[in-house]
Structure formats: C-alpha cells, structure tokens
C-alpha cells in the first residue's frame, strides 16, 4: 500500500473510499478467473478491475 495518501480528485470517489464502499489494495501480482492476487499474498474474488497507473 502507499506509505502516504495520495491525491484523489472528485468528491465521490472520495466519499466512496471513506465509507469503505470501495476497498483500496496494493499492486497485483497474478490473477486467474475472477481471482486477484495481491503483492501482499492476500487475494480478492472480483467482478471488475479498474485499473490505475498514475500521471
């Protein structure tokens, strides 16, 4: 995970993030089906990935 907050823009996406209504994870490391693994070895059954790399 980040070791400081980084910037998010909007306020629903914001809002979102602080009623835990979307879970923020670290980098993927492999995934198979609707499976994610993460470099943290936790995993996550998902439906949707939106994938983000910064600017």
Do not use: C, H
């Not at 909007?10 to 879970?23: C, E, P, R």
């Amino acid at each position: 995970m980040l070791k400081k907050s980084a910037p998010i823009f909007g306020s629903d996406l914001k809002n979102a993030v602080k009623a835990w209504a979307i879970t923020l994870k670290g980098r993927v490391v492999s995934g198979a089906y609707n499976q994610v693994i993460f470099e943290d070895s936790t995993t996550l059954e998902v439906e949707n990935v939106i994938p983000a790399t910064g600017f």
